[in-house]
């Protein structure tokens, strides 16, 4: 908690934000210390990227505040805007340009000057893989290389705080996992992040914090692992071979809910290998045998099930 | 910020130049249209029309000098309509909205468009030009004239393309952009374009002699053939002015919404 003690990065306090009849945001709070990655998790129409689009200074809330960088973004959006880098859902890139020009564009727009911009320009295309491509119209581009040049494209300008609107959603893994890595260095660069995403794991690999947004509220905020343990999801599922062997292991494990008829056991579980052997312990004391085990972590849809309770 | 404003629509027009390089196929559309009319207006109707003009007389020759001013308009609405379609364009893309959330001049994105379609305009119109001295065209036009002649189709053009450029911010599909700025190219038919206003049906002359379109044809065939442009040269400016103002704060506010 020390860090929400240093200057703030983000700070936004009951914002609202209405499509007609439909609100998108109904009063969000949160603060996003300077230098950190954090994560908004949540489904489609969650209100994730119009909470992004409210910070990047292109649609006004209907209530509440929010400054960026110490900036309120209502007021003073041209300081926000320089300020910040957006890297949206869409491609943002020309794509009738080559790499290299979409990225001297960028270096033009924030008078970076000739020999300088065309300097970053080489830098960024080699940081970010596309050396080879620089000369090659963007349009040809592969998806996770238009990502790429995309996340480039936002640093041009060294922005110190960066809005990232579910940068890896339509990515292969393997593109993904790049996009990750370039993303820790960025916040080693002391840089602050706010990232969404509808991916758990993403959300648990980068951030330092994690807000879980549901239909326009803030269901829950904390770290990945005081999240984890507010999701009772985890189980472990065993099934045995007959109803005698299922009656003796509910005895031994119990409380527990026993299937009859799948003849399988659900016991709660926290996944950790220690609260299996000790599990598996009490089995072997009770001298039942185990036809098949699978242990099941938490996910994103048993988040929801249990932070944002019987709303869904 | 403000003074950014100059040097980032700079950085736009480059932007545009590299566009109009890259698909070279759309501005050689833009430029061919109006030499396709220039040449069945000449060839095809022509001798008919150029007869009507000084009582069974004139034919062709004269009727090349007659029409040339309102190819050159067709010229500029072709180019117009060419922006309607490329701001249009522009906008389904997401490089515009990530200029929105930059600290850059705000309208340099349109400024872009504008000046590149300058460019476009006063290339199609030197090759019009060029088509219609090798068909027969005779202007009587001096240096003066000539400078003036650009000048007002600079104006027109700065007028007409602010004005497409807000359509194509208006229109709600890039094909609705494409058939929004269509009256730019049926205006100069109906007005003293290819045929005297004075030889049209009562309501229809009323219009024609009413209409922006007119005057400015009226005034670049003054300077054109060494005829004087009469009264019409006021008329001109202060339409094509207006046409621009109205056209540059309606762009302004389509984008900024």
Same mark, same amino acid.
């Given at each position: ?20 009849? *439909? ?24 209100? *994730? ?6 910070? +990047? $200074? ?17 007021? %003073? ?5 320089? @300020? ?6 869409? +491609? ?5 340009? @080559?790499? %290299? ?24 295309? *080699? ?8 000369? @090659? ?37 393997? +593109? ?15 840089? $602050?992040?706010?990232? @969404?995403?509808?991916?758990?794991? %993403? ?85 039942? %045998? ?23 | ?25 759309? !501005? ?26 000084? /009582? ?18 067709? /010229?500029?609405?072709?180019? /117009? ?69 650009? #000048? ?8 007409? !393309? ?65 005829? #004087?442009?009469?009264?019409? #040269? ?12 109205? #056209?540059?704060?309606? /762009? ?6």
């Amino acid at each position: 908690m020390t860090t929400n003690q240093i200057r703030p990065a983000i700070v936004v306090r009951g914002l609202r934000k209405s499509y007609g009849a *439909k609100v998108v945001l109904d009063g969000v709070d949160l603060t996003v210390a300077e230098g950190a990655i954090f994560a908004l998790l949540g489904p489609n129409g969650a209100g *994730k990227t119009t909470l992004v689009r409210i910070l +990047s $200074t292109l649609v006004r809330a209907d209530g509440g505040e929010a400054w960026v960088g110490g900036h309120d973004v209502a007021r %003073e959006p041209g300081a926000v805007r320089a @300020t910040i880098g957006v890297t949206g859902q869409f +491609s943002a890139v020309d794509s009738m340009l @080559t790499g %290299e020009d979409n990225l001297r564009l960028m270096a033009d727009l924030h008078h970076l000057g000739r020999r300088a911009g065309r300097r970053r320009a080489a830098e960024l295309l *080699k940081r970010f893989d596309l050396a080879e491509d620089g000369g @090659t119209i963007a349009a040809a581009y592969s998806g996770g290389m238009l990502r790429r040049l995309d996340l480039a494209m936002t640093l041009a300008g060294h922005p110190r705080i960066i809005f990232l609107d579910e940068p890896t959603t339509g990515l292969d893994p393997r +593109s993904r996992r790049g996009l990750w890595q370039i993303i820790r260095e960025l916040v080693a660069g002391g840089v $602050t992040i706010l990232l @969404t995403t509808q991916y758990l794991d %993403e959300a648990d690999q980068l951030a330092d914090r994690i807000a879980l947004l549901d239909q326009g509220r803030l269901v829950a905020e904390g770290t990945p692992g005081e999240l984890k343990r507010r999701v009772p999801g985890g189980h472990v599922r065993l099934r045995f071979a007959g109803p005698a062997e299922l009656g003796r292991a509910a005895r031994a494990l119990a409380p527990a809910s026993p299937d009859e008829e799948a003849l399988t056991l659900q016991v709660p579980h926290d996944g950790t290998v220690h609260a299996l052997r000790a599990l598996l312990a009490r089995l072997d004391d009770a001298s039942v %045998e185990v036809a098949e085990l699978t242990v099941h972590t938490p996910d994103l849809d048993d988040a929801f099930l249990a932070l944002t309770g019987v709303a869904r | 910020m403000m003074p950014h404003v100059l040097a980032d629509s700079a950085t736009m027009v480059r932007r545009q130049v590299q566009h109009m390089r890259r698909a070279p196929s759309l !501005t050689l559309q833009v430029m061919a249209l109006p030499v396709v009319f220039l040449l069945l207006f000449v060839y095809v109707l022509g001798g008919t029309l150029g007869n009507g003009l000084t /009582a069974g007389a004139g034919g062709r020759a004269e009727y090349v000098n007659y029409v040339v001013p309102g190819i050159l308009l067709m /010229a500029v609405a072709a180019v /117009a309509t060419g922006t309607a379609v490329s701001v249009s364009l522009d906008m389904t893309t997401g490089i515009v909205t990530r200029f929105k959330t930059m600290a850059i001049g705000r309208v340099s994105v349109l400024t872009g468009h504008v000046v590149g379609a300058l460019v476009q305009t006063f290339l199609a119109v030197a090759v019009v030009v060029a088509v219609a001295l090798a068909v027969g065209f005779r202007p009587a036009a001096g240096v003066l004239e000539w400078l003036a002649t650009a #000048g007002v189709v600079g104006l027109v053009t700065f007028a007409l !393309t602010w004005l497409s450029v807000a359509l194509g911010l208006a229109a709600k599909s890039v094909d609705s952009a494409s058939n929004l700025p269509m009256p730019l190219t049926i205006l100069p038919f109906l007005g003293s374009g290819v045929v005297p206003a004075e030889s049209m049906p009562a309501g229809l002359r009323w219009f024609a002699e009413h209409q922006p379109f007119t005057p400015i044809i009226e005034t670049l065939r003054g300077l054109l053939l060494g005829t #004087g442009t009469g009264g019409s #040269g006021g008329a001109a400016v202060a339409w094509s002015a207006g046409l621009a103002l109205a #056209g540059y704060l309606w /762009a302004r506010r389509l984008y900024n919404r």
